[in-house]
């Protein structure tokens, strides 16, 4: 079965330092897989995703992962991190066979970002 | 806006009631996921609907039930209501391979 794992629950950084979100994934085939934010009291919002090719993704408000299929991760990863992006970021892998493209969370990974 | 809309965003209940909330996917999507998010269980995928027929199940109580009509709209029924219910339940619509799902704003349902 599909699994994701965010090792870090929550992560602090200061403001214009670089961050780095972990993800670790389980699935049998080459997976599809996705970064998603959700600000407090919001849905889910897409950051980025991969399904194939180049494995450095670029997403939206400056993020980019990197599928590394050695290690089963895709990491989520910012240069510069400013205040409005505290939030709660969710890493999730999606089947990439049949009919059915559900979507396996990890727990999710908050951050608090300090001025 | 995902384009993905949900009723109601907030809804308080007692046990034992029964509750039905609903999805309106984005225009041309076929295909509607309901996911549920508690904070001890973390998001996790209830049901798949495509195009009005049933085609995956995933961690739904029997209590659960949904459906998905001819308009794709999707309604998910929550039956004899539990303290454990509450939960903020969101649904996605999905096209078809590589493309994303997009989330619904989410139903927050309190059952005191």
């Known amino acids: 079965a599909q699994s994701v794992t965010q090792p870090d629950i929550h992560i602090t950084v200061s403001e214009g330092a670089s961050l780095e979100l972990r993800c670790n994934y389980s699935?049998?085939?080459?997976?599809?897989l996705f970064w998603y934010v959700q600000s407090p009291g919001q849905g889910l919002q897409l950051l980025l995703k991969?399904?194939?090719?180049?494995?450095l993704v670029q997403g939206i408000k400056g993020f980019e992962a990197e599928f590394k299929r050695s290690q089963s991760s895709f990491n989520l990863r910012k240069p510069s991190v400013h205040w409005s992006d505290a939030a709660e970021y969710f890493c999730?892998?999606?089947?990439?066979?049949?009919?059915?493209?559900?979507?396996?969370f990890g727990k999710g990974t908050l951050l608090t970002v300090n001025p | 806006d995902s384009g993905v809309t949900q009723t109601p965003k907030h809804l308080i209940t007692a046990t034992g009631q029964r509750v039905t909330l609903r999805c309106s996917p984005r225009?041309?999507?076929?295909?509607v996921y309901w996911y549920q998010q508690s904070l001890d269980q973390g998001l996790q995928f209830l049901i798949q609907?495509?195009?009005?027929?049933?085609?995956a199940k995933g961690n739904i109580l029997e209590r659960f039930s949904a459906q998905q009509f001819p308009d794709l709209h999707s309604e998910l029924n929550l039956s004899s209501l539990e303290l454990g219910d509450s939960a903020l339940y969101f649904c996605?619509?999905?096209?078809?391979?590589?493309?994303?799902?997009?989330f619904g704003p989410g139903t927050r349902l309190t059952v005191l």
């Open positions: 999730a892998v999606g089947n990439s066979g049949g009919s059915n493209y559900k979507l396996t």
């Open positions: 699935y049998g085939a080459t997976p599809y």
């Open positions: 991969y399904f194939s090719g180049d494995t």
């Open positions: 225009s041309g999507d076929l295909s």
């Open positions: 609907y495509y195009n009005g027929e049933e085609r």
């Open positions: 996605a619509s999905h096209r078809g391979s590589y493309n994303e799902q997009f």
